[in-house]
Every structure is written in C-alpha cells, then in structure tokens.
C-alpha cells in the first residue's frame, strides 16, 4: 500500500508527526505494536511520576510532626496506588486516540509489528507499506543485563515493578541511575527496605560529586542503603527471595530485585539490515543532526537514536524533523544545536541544564561557579525542605549562563529560570537585577549569584 508518510512507533514523537502530517492532507499511517503512547505515558513519565505522588503523600505524613501536626499511622495501599496510577495512565491513552481520531481519514493507525522488509518498505501483519519518507520512533526497552544466574531469578524491570501490588519486603535495586534512585525511594517510602547497588562510586554519577552527595545524604537518612562503587558478580535464588553477590564477595539477600541498569534500542528485529539502516555499536540507528539514517527517505527520532533518552527531547525532536522535512535544511533549528534540560524526580529532584562543573573542567572551558547549601533559601526553611544544594556557572568574560544545576525541592520547576535564561542568550546579570519575590525558592538563585564577588551586595 502507498503512503506519503509512514511512522513506525507511537512515542512522544511519533503521535504528533502522525497527527500533523494527516491533518495536512498527507496519506499517513501510524504503525503500533503496543499500547499507543509509548514508553512515557505507559511505561514511563506518567506511571512513575503518578507513583512518585503517592511515596511523597507517606513521607510527609510519615514527618508531618517535625510541623507539629500529629498524624496517625500512615498505612500505605499499593494496590490502590496502582489503580489510580493505571487510571492516569488510561486517561493519557484516551487522550491519544482522541487526538488521532481528530486528525481524520488521512491516518490511519496499524496495530501490529512493524519490519523493513526492504528499501522505503515497512511490512506490518502480512501486508506492504511504501512511502517517500518514514519515520522511525520505536524507542527503548529495559536493558537485560549480562549477569550470571539472572535468568534463574524473578527479577523485576521498570515496568514490571509498577504492577506489583504488594509492598516488597527487601527490593534489591541494581543501577544508581535515575530510574534506580526514583523506585528505590518510592520503595521505601511504600515501607519496604531498599538497598541500591552501583557499579559507580556515587549515584547518577552523570552529576557533579556535591549533587551526587547532597541526594546521598537524603536517602541514607531515609533509610535506602547504598552500596557504590561495586560490580554485581551474580545472582542466585535464596529461599523465596533472591541473593546478590559483589565482587567484594559481601551478599545482600532481597526479596524482590529490580534491574535498572540502562536501556537498549528497539532495533533486533526492525529489519535494519533489509531496509539499509545503519545501526552503532549498541544497536541504536545512526543518524545525523538532521535524523537522516543511512536510508534515503529515512528518518529516527527519539531514543531509538541514542541521545539523550526523555520525553521532552523526544517531542522536540518531532518538532525539528517536521520543520527541516517541511521549512528545507538550513532555516529550522536542528538536533545539533538545542539546549536539553532534564530533571531526576527524587526528592529533592535533581534537575540541571548546560553544564556542569565537571563537564566545564573536562572541556577546560573557564567558569565562576557560584554555588549555595538549598538550606540557605528561606523558603525551604519555612518549608522544611532545606536538602540540596544550587551550582550556577557563569562565563567570567560574557557573565553569560554557561549551565545549572539545583538539587532541591521543585527543581524540575526552578531549572527552567535557566532554561529560558541560556535560550535567550541573557547573562546573570538579569537575574541578580531582578526583583525577586520574597519568600520562594526561586529567591535562592538570585541569593547563589549573589554570592560571587562580581555582584556581591555585601
Ligand atoms: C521508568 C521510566 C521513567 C521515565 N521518566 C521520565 C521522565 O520523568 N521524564 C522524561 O523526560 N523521560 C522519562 N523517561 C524516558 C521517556 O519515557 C522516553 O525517553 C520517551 O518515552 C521517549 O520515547 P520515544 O518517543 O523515543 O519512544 P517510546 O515512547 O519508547 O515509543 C516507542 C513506541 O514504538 C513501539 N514500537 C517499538 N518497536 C516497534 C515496531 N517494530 N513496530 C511497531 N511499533 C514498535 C513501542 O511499542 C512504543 O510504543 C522514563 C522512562 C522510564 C522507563
């Protein structure tokens, strides 16, 4: 069958490209194996962010006291937790559908795996799809990793873990990263014991040191054992739980054990090599800044690519392909050239855009680093909210912002001030002139440039 447009996965990409591309007029089809949505809403964001929501709620009533507000015992409903989260993530599909209902008898939407099954050709189901341009958005899954006895165990995964609806005794969490840090937290927020193990010697050790620590403390005082810079040498079924050996020959007996050491592309079976797609090492396609794949017509978006894997950089990416396709090379943005911020949703979250101190010392590029304890900030004070800490780095010649990184409450929230700050060209300057409202947290960065000599008040 002829299409102008073919889309192969229904990610964060993949839904508005379908959607745009029908509603112009163009004969699309959207190609979808799973549930339509893709990691983020089913999987992903939406699920864990839900989930997140309800450990908070048990932490907070948990320590409503230190506010002088007395509780009762906090009882903690997982199976009611999982309805609600799979509600929210109903609504979303709902949401979907609606959205490509909307966009007409230009689409049409294939439930099914789809295949190269040769140069411009994708096979679905048995039958042929052919079009000038397709767009490949399948995305990641949960790595398995290489570890001996694995497969004798029952381990759990990052989608799997949110069907459970009972509270695990002792989850063993394998991978420091952001996934590791936000189930390992929610975890023992739920009420069970937690211990994360990480090959690294901090967790998200993609950080600088000091966030990494700051985020450390909050979870060893919450009660999550660390376990850094240590191999897992194997696994093994002990009793009805499961036992982790370490290189350091120490074991750590779990009752359920997660496994949250990275993500692999969607790639094994797609046909790469049948419709002339080039893949790295990884198996994730290459593509330039233009997401054009070795295949002329081709293009892949999303984390299939091997960037950085979010939702937010799986949109944009939506929005910049439509633009080159639709506007010609040279006059749209490209992948190249963008700024992604991201955010871990612990608490305190961690969130940074630009770079970091240890990004800058890497690529001995010259900073003042203006840096504050979260706990300095009023507001968490009031808040009780005082973990975490805010680094800034400004170029000493433009003053311009070169990155950010605040670990703290609402960091998510407070990181897009420099968001806007580094999109827009602005030096911190127009921070430190500001008037800032009194009290919020967002005060803070204010009070961290104020720190610097250069606009010191003091
Ligand atoms: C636990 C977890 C939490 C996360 N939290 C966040 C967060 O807070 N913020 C954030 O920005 N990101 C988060 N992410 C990452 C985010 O979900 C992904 O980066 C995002 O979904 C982008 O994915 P995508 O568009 O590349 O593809 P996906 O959303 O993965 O979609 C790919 C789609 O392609 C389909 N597919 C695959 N192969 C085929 C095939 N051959 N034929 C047909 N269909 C196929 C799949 O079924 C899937 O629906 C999280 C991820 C996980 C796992």
């Given at each position: 069958m002829q299409y102008d447009v073919i889309v192969v996965g229904s990610g964060q990409a993949g839904v508005p490209l379908a959607a745009r591309y029908a509603n112009q007029g163009r004969k699309t089809v959207l190609i979808e194996r799973d549930q339509l949505g893709g990691t983020c809403v089913n999987r992903g964001c939406t699920p864990t962010k839900t989930m997140v929501a309800s450990a908070r709620a048990a932490h907070v009533a948990r320590?409503?006291?230190?506010?002088?507000?007395?509780?009762?015992?906090?009882?903690?409903?997982?199976?009611?937790?999982?309805?609600?989260?799979?509600?929210?993530?109903?609504?979303?599909?709902?949401?979907?559908?609606?959205?490509?209902?909307?966009?007409?008898?230009?689409?049409?939407?294939?439930?099914?795996?789809?295949?190269?099954?040769?140069?411009?050709?994708?096979?679905?189901?048995?039958?042929?799809?052919?079009?000038?341009?397709?767009?490949?958005?399948?995305?990641?899954?949960?790595?398995?990793?290489?570890?001996?006895?694995?497969?004798?165990?029952?381990?759990?995964?990052?989608?799997?873990?949110?069907?459970?609806?009972?509270?695990?005794?002792?989850?063993?969490?394998?991978?420091?990263?952001?996934i590791g840090c936000e189930f390992g937290q929610m975890f023992r927020r739920f009420g069970s014991k937690v211990t994360i193990v990480n090959r690294g010697p901090h967790i998200l050790d993609r950080e600088d040191e000091d966030v990494s620590e700051a985020l450390e403390e909050v979870f060893r005082t919450e009660g999550i054992a660390l376990r850094t810079e240590v191999e897992v040498v194997s696994v093994a079924r002990s009793g009805p739980g499961v036992r982790v050996t370490l290189a350091d020959d120490s074991t750590i007996d779990g009752s359920h054990l997660l496994v949250a050491v990275g993500r692999s592309p969607n790639t094994e079976n797609l046909g790469c090599e049948e419709g002339g797609i080039a893949l790295d090492k990884r198996g994730f396609i290459r593509v330039d800044e233009r997401y054009r794949t070795s295949a002329e017509g081709v293009y892949a978006v999303g984390d299939v690519t091997g960037g950085p894997q979010f939702t937010h950089t799986s949109w944009d990416d939506h929005r910049i392909l439509y633009d080159l396709l639709e506007c010609g090379n040279g006059k749209t943005r490209t992948a190249r050239d963008r700024l992604v911020p991201y955010a871990v949703f612990t608490d305190p979250q961690v969130a940074r855009v630009g770079l970091s101190e240890r990004d800058a010392r890497k690529q001995g590029i010259a900073y003042e680093l203006a840096s504050m304890p979260f706990a300095h900030i009023a507001r968490a004070i009031e808040l009780d909210e005082t973990a975490g800490i805010v680094k800034i780095l400004i170029d000493p010649k433009s003053e311009k912002i070169l990155g950010a990184t605040i670990a703290g409450l609402e960091a998510g929230e407070l990181i897009h001030v420099f968001v806007a700050m580094i999109q827009a060209g602005a030096t911190a300057r127009a921070i430190v002139d500001a008037e800032a409202v009194h009290p919020t947290l967002a005060e803070g960065l204010q009070s961290t440039l104020l720190k610097l000599e250069r606009y010191s008040v003091t």
């Open positions: 320590n409503a006291a230190r506010l002088g507000v007395r509780a009762g015992e906090v009882h903690v409903d997982l199976a009611a937790i999982v309805n609600r989260k799979n509600a929210i993530v109903n609504q979303w599909r709902e949401g979907i559908v609606k959205r490509l209902t909307r966009a007409g008898d230009g689409l049409d939407v294939v439930q099914g795996h789809g295949r190269f099954s040769g140069p411009g050709e994708i096979a679905v189901n048995g039958k042929r799809y052919s079009a000038p341009t397709i767009v490949v958005n399948v995305g990641a899954r949960p790595s398995d990793p290489n570890i001996q006895g694995l497969d004798s165990v029952a381990w759990l995964d990052s989608t799997s873990i949110m069907e459970l609806t009972e509270i695990p005794e002792h989850l063993v969490v394998l991978g420091g990263g952001y």
